[in-house]
């Protein structure tokens, strides 16, 4: 067994070893700055994977939402729809403009944001403003969770059918698709990042996607100051520190090619706790969800929809109490917790955040469901035979479970 008093991370760095190679370069050329070849070949590196046109690498994902609202046209008083199950910098850039939220619940079938509650909003929105022009929302900020894609096709047509915008949040589904399309190509502009316990880290940074070459050249504007053409430094509008470094950008290019890899490992990880430890979450029209049969530990994985791929960035799972003797989420985070093992609960929606209670918000009870019964397990691509078999064991010495 692993070694007893090593902590075992969710989701730690995972580096594998080409990186130095960029970073050398970089010091070798003096090009520390954000410019240089590592930029320009890190940009390129994520076209080619995503198959999208254009990207431009900035210092987080975050970052990343914030240009997509200002390129959407966000303006302060402006309405942005968001998916309330998520983490807040999926979110917070939407005050950074000055602008109000609209939050969306989820469906149960991959827990991203529901596309009938998404039209309802956009319909009721309207309503509220008489159906007046300027009330309708400027943007759509859909989630692709935990790596699971969302329903982003019928998300898709009901932002066509008002004309409104969407900004694909891929932070965690670098890898992930559907029918083979990746995640980061379905949206207006998509975002990426690169935090240090994402699929591939450059310790911090992000990406913005696109198909547009002049709205990316106007990220690229915008995330170096916005500074005019001009020998003197001139300034025209607002701009923002946000280009990633070169030697950052080396970092980067090493993770890609590693990164198919990370994903084969972290959906190894989820296979191993589902033989392990529970039975498939199949879901139904009702808040709960449904199973394909009782899970013998009362622990439930959320199934990949038919022709949905996920990186499985983290292994996520809901804990049913009436089929654990009464154990919860909460008492199993905390056992582990004590054994020097990080777990996480699901997102806590923003809806239900002391920052956002003023928000409206369309919902049917699921991403609440899902903060009070679910978990996220150690997924990192660097766990070690030792540390699974570790988590497991406290798993099922928590749950009362006889191998």
């Known amino acids: 067994m692993a070694d007893q008093n090593k902590r075992i991370y969710l989701s730690s760095p995972h580096m594998g070893g080409g990186e130095l190679d960029y970073i050398h370069d970089a010091f070798e050329k003096n090009w520390i700055a954000p410019l240089g070849s590592n930029v320009n070949g890190f940009e390129e590196d994520l076209q080619n994977y995503t198959g999208r046109n254009h990207a431009a690498v900035i210092t987080s994902g975050t970052a990343g939402i914030h240009l997509a609202l200002i390129l959407c046209g966000v303006k302060p008083g402006d309405e942005v729809i968001c998916q309330s199950f998520t983490f807040a910098a999926s979110a917070n850039p939407i005050l950074y403009l000055g602008a109000k939220p609209v939050f969306v619940d989820s469906e149960p079938d991959t827990w991203n944001m529901d596309p009938d509650l998404l039209e309802e909003a956009i319909i009721h929105r309207l309503t509220v403003g008489e159906g007046d022009k300027s009330s309708k929302p400027k943007a759509i900020v859909v989630v692709h969770l935990y790596g699971m894609p969302s329903k982003i096709d019928e998300i898709l047509a009901v932002a066509e059918t008002y004309d409104i915008p969407v900004i694909e949040d891929s932070a965690e589904a670098l890898g992930s698709s559907i029918n083979g399309r990746k995640c980061g190509t379905y949206g207006k502009l998509s975002v990426l990042s690169f935090n240090g316990n994402k699929i591939i880290t450059t310790s911090g940074g992000g990406a913005l996607l696109g198909d547009e070459e002049d709205v990316i050249a106007k990220s690229r504007f915008l995330a170096t100051q916005a500074r005019d053409d001009a020998p003197h430094y001139q300034h025209s509008e607002v701009g923002y520190n946000y280009r990633m470094s070169n030697i950052v950008a080396g970092i980067g290019r090493g993770q890609m090619k590693v990164l198919d890899g990370h994903v084969a490992k972290r959906?190894?990880?989820?296979?191993?706790?589902?033989?392990?430890?529970?039975?498939?979450?199949?879901?139904?029209?009702?808040?709960?969800?449904?199973?394909?049969?009782?899970?013998?530990?009362?622990?439930?994985?959320l199934k990949e929809p038919d022709g949905y791929y996920s990186n499985r960035w983290l292994s996520t799972v809901i804990v049913n109490p009436e089929e654990t003797g009464g154990v919860t989420r909460e008492d199993i985070r905390i056992a582990l917790e004590e054994e020097n093992i990080e777990c996480r609960p699901l997102w806590k929606p923003m809806h239900m955040q002391p920052l956002y209670e003023n928000a409206p918000y369309y919902g049917n009870g699921v991403c609440e469901m899902l903060f009070e019964y679910g978990l996220c397990l150690p997924s990192g691509s660097n766990m070690t035979d030792g540390e699974r078999e570790k988590v497991l064991y406290y798993l099922k010495k928590v749950l009362r479970v006889d191998d």
């Open 267 to 301: 959906r190894a990880v989820h296979q191993f706790y589902f033989d392990n430890l529970g039975r498939t979450w199949l879901s139904d029209k009702s808040n709960s969800g449904s199973k394909d049969q009782e899970s013998p530990t009362g622990i439930y994985f």
